[in-house]
Nanobody, 127 residues
Framework: QVQLMETGGGLVQVGESLRLSCATSGPLRSTRATGWFRQAPGKAREFVSGIEWSSGRTYYAETVKGRFTISRDRGGNTVNLQMNNLKPEDTADYYC????????????????????WGRGTQVTVSS
């Protein structure tokens, strides 16, 4: 069983940065990948970024590419999301998720593919 907990959310101004962390009670390296998703009020949950544990390959939504960076710690228990140059449209609840199944460039972006989810952390970007 993998339990996930997100931390690091908060209220920032446009152009500022935040670093989200996803900590787990079990080793994330036992899973295939970890992803970050977000959900704004009234909108569907959307993929933000993901990382494959075996290869370290990373994936980003076009809307965050060049601004966000996903990384994992060597201990295999934490995945971070560094968010720079934040915009009002980045305002959302952010969730991390872990998947046991094999992933590829398509499935890592699909919320239904993931097996475990955290409760989320709120990010608000004020203009």
């Amino acid at each position: 069983q993998v339990q996930l907990m997100e931390t690091g959310g908060g209220l920032v101004q446009v152009g500022e940065s935040l670093r989200l962390s996803c900590a787990t009670s079990g080793p994330l390296r036992s899973t295939r990948a970890t992803g970050w998703f977000r959900q704004a009020p009234g909108k569907a949950r959307e993929f933000v970024s993901g990382i494959e544990w075996s290869s370290g390959r990373t994936y980003y939504a076009e809307t965050v590419k060049g601004r966000f960076t996903i990384s994992r710690d060597r201990g295999g228990n934490t995945v971070n999301l560094q968010m720079n140059n934040l915009k009002p449209e980045d305002t959302a609840d952010y969730y991390c998720a872990a998947v046991l199944k094999n992933v590829d460039a398509h499935w890592i972006t699909q919320a239904l593919w993931y097996d475990y989810w955290g409760r989320g952390t709120q990010v608000t970007v004020s203009s």
